[in-house]
């Protein structure tokens, strides 16, 4: 198992990562509930994660994985705070769905 | 043998994520994406991350879906409070993913890869190495990461706290 | 040296930054005080350069390098060599002098800090004029010095009078800017710089009286006519005396007019390798001279007259120069200066002390009254009347004798010039210090001498007209010629391309300066008799008629400019205003505040507020950005 790495072209990791990063960005693009959509954010996170890993193995440089350590913090964090805001907008308006929320505007 | 646990790892997560964004009921959404976490927790066992793996389990599937579990279940979603947007969005939707797929996967093909050793030393996703480098190279960010828990939790506390009226 | 040399227009300098920036909160009166003796520190400055600087040397100072492109380098650079000190010395020594008048002259008037700081900015840009070692630095101090001009003329600014004197000044000034910029640009263009030492040493590569030479020489010139107030741009001179008497004493007597005189003169290679240029400028110098003297005839306004002699007096300096005797320009130049300035603060000093009456018909009879003031004009008036053996005498015989020597016809018309000079030169003064007064009992209990910081200058001034002579002695003397030794480095060179006439004898020339003394010695008598013994007085404005009125009101000259040039430009301005910049202007104005809004319009499109979109709009931009990294 310690040279599972080299049968496994770094390449495939890339496309692997590319093709979750992209149905990320449809899941975001495609649905209107505000929880459904950051769990695709998530998942954009995740692939990123997944990359970033790959190559810290094939290069042998750790600084990959202390890297994505910290993009857990950050995702946690993130999360905890997003979910917080969603509630309290629910309460307010009494649903999830983004297209409700069209105040941005001049 | 290690292509082939490859290529499951790979299928599953890449159907879990469909799923994902694809079913309606909102329940089995935030479960397929526990599902695909767990396939990427594999992926890194696969490149000898363990104690990322480990960590990726526990953080991820273990408190962050956790979170989201409790707010689908706090806001009462089902199948019905799901309206779909309209047909043309969904498709310009789709276009739009696909372009950036493509352009991802041009950019990934005229670039070239630097050569890497083979095979990669792989003791480097270990726990002691991982924990010497948090420790000594990337302290402060590993400290300055608590604090940013803190305000974290302390915005969360202030966003979701009933009003008082 | 290069720091005194750089002193000299520091310190007017710093004298205008504290008058102007402290004035109002220093007490009443230093001021005036600190903008003297800035300029008498500056003298000092001149005095010990001059006691070290050879006739023959010269200083350059480059302070930095300021405009450099391709091939072209004009430093901010200083030059003093013979000719500079001379000016230098008539610009601080006569300056100062006129400080210290101005302190008892502007003795409570409101505006006394002002004047000061005024006077030294004045001086700092004249010394900067007189320093340059390119034209362009030439040309700073040369506008500077018409930027204060307007600015002393029009220092009384609640008259309405005043402000259009000082504008027509400015005006007439800029029209004679335009030829010196213009001619500046020829040289930068054929000679490739603008240092004035580079180009009289190229000037004589190129062929005599080329139409390039023509063209420079002549545009640099019409700068000159601007500043120096010739024919035909002259008429703001009279126009001037406005400004405080101090103010005509200093820039219209004895400093900016002269400007135009010391650019031809610090350029005499360029204008010797034209000779019709030359010829231009003698004949333009010998009409002013006697046109200018005529309308002084019957002027009864006392600065009038003072100013009518200044530009007849210029007029004979260019006469000089168009003869291609440079040292003779400058040493009237100098003579000048001495008693023009003492006639102005003369006259100033009789304003003051009649309460401000300027017409010569209410005067008369301050002989007693007003002594030290007497004394001082009436030698000037002998000076400037080339009374024998005083500073005027030589210089005016010099430049008669290279009249005589080149074209008897000009010597001829300068010598009735002269006669003019003295007859209402004296006419002035008989009708003002002599008989009886013939103003209000009123105001003659209140004559009184002036006080000493304006009777100290005047005396000084008196002396120097009286034995600034000496410097100029003519070699028929059998002594040196300081002046025309001194300045023998800088005009040297043109020497030998000047076709001077045949030299003059002995005693054709002691002949002449007899001829001319005596002659200026009759007409003082001619005029003592009409004004002391049959007591003839001007008459009453309306009463004028005939020639004299032509003559009294300058041959209309000013009223020909009014119609023939100010009126159309006023109509033409006007049109401009109600047709072209309300229908074209204002049309592609609106035109592009309209596109900008309609612009505006379509992009707030853009907001639509849905969040989807939003998110939408940032993924296409990164796949757009994305597209464009590749593609370049």
């Not at chain 2, 310009?92 to 990669?120: D, Q």
């Not at chain 3, 710093?14 to 903008?35: A, C, D, E, Q, R």
């Amino acid at each position: 198992m310690e040279q599972a790495a080299h049968l496994v072209p770094l390449n495939w990791y890339l496309f692997l990562s590319t093709f979750l990063f992209c149905i990320g960005v449809m899941g975001v693009l495609f649905r209107r509930n505000a929880i459904i959509i950051l769990m695709c954010i998530e998942l954009m996170l995740n692939s990123v994660n997944l990359l970033l890993v790959a190559f810290s193995a094939y290069s042998g440089n750790s600084d990959g994985q202390v890297f994505v350590f910290f993009i857990m913090v950050v995702a946690a964090a993130e999360v905890a705070v997003g979910l917080a805001l969603l509630i309290s907008i629910y309460r307010n308006i009494g649903s999830t769905d983004i297209d409700v929320l069209n105040k941005l505007k001049w | 043998m290690s292509q082939l646990l490859f290529f499951t790892l790979s299928a599953m997560t890449i159907l879990s994520a469909l799923v994902v964004v694809f079913t309606r009921k909102p329940m089995y959404s935030v479960l397929s994406l526990i599902v695909c976490f767990f396939t990427i927790a594999g992926h890194y066992i696969l490149l000898n991350a363990q104690f990322l793996a480990i960590t990726h389990v526990i953080v991820y599937a273990g408190a962050i879906m956790v979170l989201f579990l409790f707010t689908v279940m706090l806001l009462n979603l089902n199948a019905d409070s799901d309206v779909p947007k309209s047909g043309k969005l969904r498709i310009a939707a789709t276009i739009t993913a696909g372009m950036l797929f493509i352009t991802l996967l041009a950019s990934i093909k005229s670039t070239t890869l630097g050569e890497f050793a083979f095979p990669p030393a792989s003791d480097k996703g270990l726990v002691q190495h991982v924990g010497q480098q948090l420790f000594t190279d990337y302290l402060l960010p590993f400290e300055i990461s608590s604090i940013l828990f803190l305000s974290a939790m302390i915005g969360a506390v202030v966003l979701a706290k009933k009003e008082k009226h | 040296m290069t720091f005194l040399g750089l002193m000299i227009p520091l310190l007017p300098l710093m004298g205008f930054l504290v008058n102007g920036l402290l004035g109002k909160y220093l007490p009443k009166g230093s001021t005036g005080w600190i903008g003297s003796l800035s300029v008498l520190a500056s003298f000092i400055c001149v005095l010990m350069i001059f006691k070290d600087l050879g006739a023959a040397q010269a200083i350059q100072i480059d302070v930095f390098n300021w405009i450099s492109f391709g091939n072209i380098d004009i430093s901010f650079g200083l030059w003093i060599d013979s000719l500079t000190m001379v000016m230098l010395m008539v610009v601080t020594g006569v300056g100062f002098l006129i400080h210290l008048y101005s302190i008892g002259y502007m003795h409570g008037d409101e505006g006394f800090t002002r004047f000061f700081t005024y006077l030294n900015l004045f001086i700092f840009f004249m010394l900067l004029l007189v320093m340059g070692s390119n034209y362009l630095m030439m040309f700073i101090g040369w506008e500077g010095v018409g930027l204060c001009s307007y600015l002393l003329i029009g220092f009384w600014f609640k008259n309405e009078a005043y402000n259009d004197a000082a504008q027509k000044a400015f005006v007439m000034n800029r029209i004679g800017d335009l030829g010196f910029l213009l001619g500046m640009f020829f040289i930068l263009f054929h000679f490739g710089t603008l240092d004035i030492q580079a180009v009289e040493g190229l000037a004589p590569g190129l062929s005599a009286d080329s139409t390039l030479l023509i063209g420079i020489t002549l545009l640099l010139f019409v700068g000159a006519i601007g500043k120096s107030a010739q024919l035909p741009l002259y008429t703001w001179l009279p126009d001037a005396m406005a400004g405080p008497t101090p103010v005509s004493a200093l820039i219209h007597a004895a400093t900016m007019v002269t400007a135009g005189i010391y650019m031809i003169v610090r350029s005499n290679v360029l204008f010797a390798m034209a000779p019709t240029t030359l010829t231009v400028i003698l004949w333009i110098g010998v009409a002013t001279s006697v046109f200018a003297a005529v309308i002084g005839l019957k002027q009864n306004d006392i600065k009038k007259v003072l100013a009518y002699s200044t530009v007849s007096q210029l007029g004979l300096m260019f006469a000089a120069l168009g003869l291609g005797a440079f040292s003779s320009g400058v040493f009237h130049l100098v003579t000048h200066a001495f008693f023009k300035a003492l006639l102005f603060l003369g006259a100033g000093s009789v304003i003051h002390a009649l309460h401000g009456e300027q017409d010569i018909r209410n005067m008369g009879g301050l002989k007693k009254l007003i002594p030290v003031t007497y004394l001082t004009f009436i030698l000037a008036a002998l000076a400037i009347s080339g009374f024998p053996l005083l500073s005027g005498f030589f210089s005016k015989d010099e430049i008669l004798a290279h009249a005589f020597e080149q074209n008897k016809l000009v010597w001829i018309i300068l010598f009735i010039s002269s006669l003019l000079t003295a007859f209402y030169m004296f006419r002035l003064v008989f009708l003002t210090f002599f008989n009886s007064f013939r103003g209000t009992e009123e105001t003659k209990h209140h004559i009184h001498e002036s006080p000493w910081t304006m009777t100290l200058p005047l005396i000084i001034l008196c002396v120097l007209s009286v034995i600034g002579g000496l410097i100029g002695l003519p070699y028929v003397f059998n002594v040196s010629h300081l002046l025309g030794t001194y300045l023998s480095a800088v005009t040297e060179p043109s020497a030998s391309l000047i076709h001077h006439g045949e030299k003059l004898s002995h005693s054709l020339e002691i002949g002449l300066m007899t001829l001319a003394g005596l002659a200026a010695i009759g007409m003082i008598l001619y005029a003592r008799r009409k004004y002391i013994t049959l007591k003839a007085i001007p008459e009453a404005d309306s009463a004028i008629t005939g020639i004299p009125k032509l003559i009294y009101h300058k041959f209309y000259v000013d009223e020909i400019y009014e119609s023939w040039i100010v009126k159309p430009v006023f109509k033409m301005s006007e049109w401009f205003g109600t047709f072209f910049d309300k229908q074209v202007v204002d049309r592609v104005v609106n035109a592009t505040a309209g596109v900008m809004e309609s612009g505006g319009k379509t992009l707030r499109l853009f907001q639509t507020g849905n969040t989807g979109f939003y998110v939408f709009a940032m993924v296409i931009g990164m796949v757009v950005l994305f597209i464009i990294r590749l593609l370049i």
